[in-house]
């Protein structure tokens, strides 16, 4: 194929996460053939996506209102914050339905290997957010991998002036997980973090 409009199509959805050259062939050309039901309506929907999606300057989150609904939210717990790397973490949580509090999306984590260090984080914004007399609670929901864990140590740290209670979440066994199935490190976390029954 030539390097046209087309092969600029492909390459581009080849970008997006999931997504290979191959599966990006198969979406150009889906799209190709419902062009009128769906490529033109889909470029719309995506110019005003970008053109309306904000970031709040509160937490972090996506939303067409600054600050976002969430933030704007009489109803949710203020004196709660949910650390989490990104809004889709955010997401995730929200879908449980078991968390009512506020939220600070962090942009990412700390990360020596790609160059990724504090003050590329909206750590900053967290501790002006902590020292507010409402919260009394920061809850680090960040992954259980190195450098989720390095970001948790490193805002324990930062945040260790301050009056907040800062907990995360429980790590270990899975609900409904079988020992056999679990990975090495799952196990050993869930046995350093057992409880009384």
């Known amino acids: 194929m030539n ?13 997006l996460p999931g997504l290979g050259n191959r599966s990006a062939r198969r979406i150009a050309l889906h799209l190709l053939n419902k062009r009128d039901t769906l490529m033109r309506p889909l470029a719309q929907t995506l110019e005003r996506a970008a053109d309306e999606i904000k970031e709040c300057h509160v937490c972090g989150n996506l939303d067409s209102h600054d600050p976002c ?17 990104q809004v889709s973490d955010l997401w995730a949580i929200e879908r449980t339905g078991a968390y009512r509090g506020q939220y600070h999306v962090l942009g990412g984590l700390l990360s020596a290997l790609d160059g990724i260090g504090p ?3 909206n750590i900053a914004g967290l501790k002006t957010r902590a020292q507010s007399e409402q919260v ?11 450098d989720g ?13 301050t009056s907040v209670e800062i907990t995360h979440l429980a790590h270990g066994v899975p609900v409904g997980g079988e020992l056999d199935y679990l990975d090495d490190g799952t196990i050993t ?9």
Do not use: F, W
């Open 136 to 146: 009394q609670e920061i809850i680090l929901a960040l992954a259980a991998t190195v």
């Open 189 to 197: 976390t869930a046995l350093k973090s057992r409880k009384s029954a």
């Open 119 to 121: 003050d590329d984080l």
């Open 3 to 15: 390097d046209g409009p087309l092969q600029h199509l492909i390459r581009t959805l080849s970008t």
């Open 69 to 85: 609904g969430i933030c704007q939210d009489a109803r949710r717990d203020q004196s709660k914050i949910c650390v989490v790397s």
């Open 149 to 161: 864990q390095s970001t948790a140590h490193y805002i324990s740290d930062t945040l260790a002036g």
